[in-house]
C-alpha cells in the first residue's frame, strides 16, 4: 500500500468512524514514555546482576556473620509499608487525572510517607547490623553482598522519595495538574519498580536466603 493510500483511508477513516488500518496508527506511548521504559529496562539488567551476585556467593563464607542474624520480623514491617506505597500513588495518579487536587496531595503524601518510613527502617535495621552483630561491608562475602544489593534498592527508593517530593511542591503550586500529569505518571511508573524489584530481593535475602 502506498503512502498516499495510507493517508486517504486514515482520513477516511477520522471521517467515517471506522479505525485506519495497521501501520498508520501513531504509537501510543510518547517519547517520554518510551524513555522511562527504557531507563527501566536498564535497571531491570542492573539489578538481576547484583541478584545473581548475591545467590552466586551464598553460603560461600568461610566466617560469621551470616544471613541467620537478619531481623524478619522487621522487614516484613517495612515490605508492607513500601507494597502499600504501590496502591496509595495508584490512587493519587487516579485522583490527579480526574483533577481532585487536594486528595492527589493527600495520596501522594502517603506514599511519600511509606517511602521514608521504608528507609527509616532500612537505617535501623543497618545500624543494628553494624552495631550489635559486626556486619560490615567488608567483613565477609555476605557482608559484601548484601549491603550492595540492600544498599542499591535503597538508593532507588531514596531518588523516587526525592522525586515525589519535587512533584508534590509542584503539584501544590498548580504545575502538575490533569492536563498537566505526565512527569507525576513515570514517577508512579517508577516507583511501581522499585516496588517490584524489592519483592525480589526479600524474597532472595530474607526467606530463600536464610
Known amino acids: 500500500m502506498s503512502d498516499t493510500m495510507a493517508a486517504n483511508l486514515a482520513a477516511a477513516g477520522a471521517q467515517g468512524g471506522f479505525a ?23 535497571e531491570v539488567a ?13 553460603g560461600q563464607d568461610q566466617s560469621g556473620p ?4 537478619l531481623s524478619l520480623r522487621l ?19 487516579k485522583r490527579l487525572r480526574e483533577g481532585a487536587r487536594s486528595q492527589f496531595l493527600l495520596w501522594w503524601s502517603a506514599t511519600i510517607a ?17 552495631t550489635e552483630r559486626g556486619l560490615t561491608i567488608s ?13 542499591f534498592h535503597a538508593l532507588h527508593v531514596t531518588m523516587g522519595v526525592l522525586a515525589m517530593s519535587i512533584t508534590l511542591v509542584l503539584a501544590a ?3 502538575v495538574n490533569a492536563r498537566n500529569h505526565a512527569g507525576a505518571q513515570l514517577v508512579a511508573w517508577y516507583w511501581h519498580f522499585v516496588d517490584a524489584v524489592w519483592i525480589v530481593v526479600f524474597t532472595v535475602v530474607y526467606l530463600v536466603g536464610r
Not at 565477609?140 to 540492600?150: K, R, S
Request: aromatic residues 14%; hydrophobic residues 50%; charged residues 5%.
Open 173 to 175: 503550586r498548580g504545575a
Open 139 to 151: 567483613r565477609n562475602l555476605f557482608g559484601t553482598t548484601y549491603y550492595t544489593l540492600v544498599g
Open 75 to 93: 522487614v516484613i514491617g517495612t515490605t508492607i509499608c513500601l507494597l502499600s506505597s504501590s496502591g496509595t500513588i495508584h490512587v493519587a495518579e
Open 114 to 130: 511509606l517511602g521514608v518510613i521504608f528507609l527509616a527502617g532500612t537505617a535501623y535495621e543497618w545500624h543494628e547490623l553494624i
Open 66 to 69: 551470616t544471613p541467620a542474624i
Open 20 to 42: 485506519p488500518p495497521l501501520g498508520v496508527h501513531r504509537a501510543n506511548l510518547t517519547p517520554q514514555q518510551w524513555g522511562m521504559l527504557g531507563f527501566l529496562l536498564s
Open 46 to 58: 542492573f539489578f538481576s546482576t547484583l541478584i545473581t551476585a548475591y545467590v552466586a556467593f551464598m
